[in-house]
């Protein structure tokens, strides 16, 4: 009974992390796709290129991610 109670318990957590949006990118998960997006991402590669609209300075009308100060954007933003 105990072990039981103890297993859900580790599922619940991992699931309340897991749903808890805005932290994925620091558990190392990948993001959506820019390939979703072509018209606005054709020809970007570079973090800078990235961060000119995406920098939450900028006022450009991208989504600001939290996690702007990561550096290679496109491991996680380049899916098929
Ligand atoms: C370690 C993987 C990883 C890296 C590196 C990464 N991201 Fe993300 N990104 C994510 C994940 C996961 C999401 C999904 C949203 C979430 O839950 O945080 C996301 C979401 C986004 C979004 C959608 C807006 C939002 O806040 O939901 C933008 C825009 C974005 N990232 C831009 C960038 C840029 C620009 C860089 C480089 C400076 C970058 N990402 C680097 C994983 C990453
Ligand atoms: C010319 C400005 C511009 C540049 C440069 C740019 N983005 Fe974006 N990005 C946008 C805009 C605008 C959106 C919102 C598009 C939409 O929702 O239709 C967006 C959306 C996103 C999203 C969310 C896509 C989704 O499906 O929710 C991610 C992730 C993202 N960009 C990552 C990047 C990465 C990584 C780079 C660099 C390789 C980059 N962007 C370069 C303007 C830009």
Not at 19 to 38: D, E, F, Q, V, W
Not at 60 to 67: F, G, I, M, V
């Amino acid at each position: 009974m105990k072990k039981h109670a103890l297993s859900s318990f580790l599922l619940l957590s991992a699931l309340l992390v897991a749903g808890c949006g805005g932290y994925k990118a620091y558990m190392g998960l990948h993001g959506p796709s820019i390939r979703n997006t072509p018209d606005v991402h054709e020809n970007v590669s570079l973090d800078q290129e990235c961060l000119e609209c995406h920098h939450p300075d900028r006022e450009t009308d991208a989504p600001k991610p939290r996690h702007y100060k990561f550096t290679g954007c496109l491991k996680c933003h380049n899916e098929a």
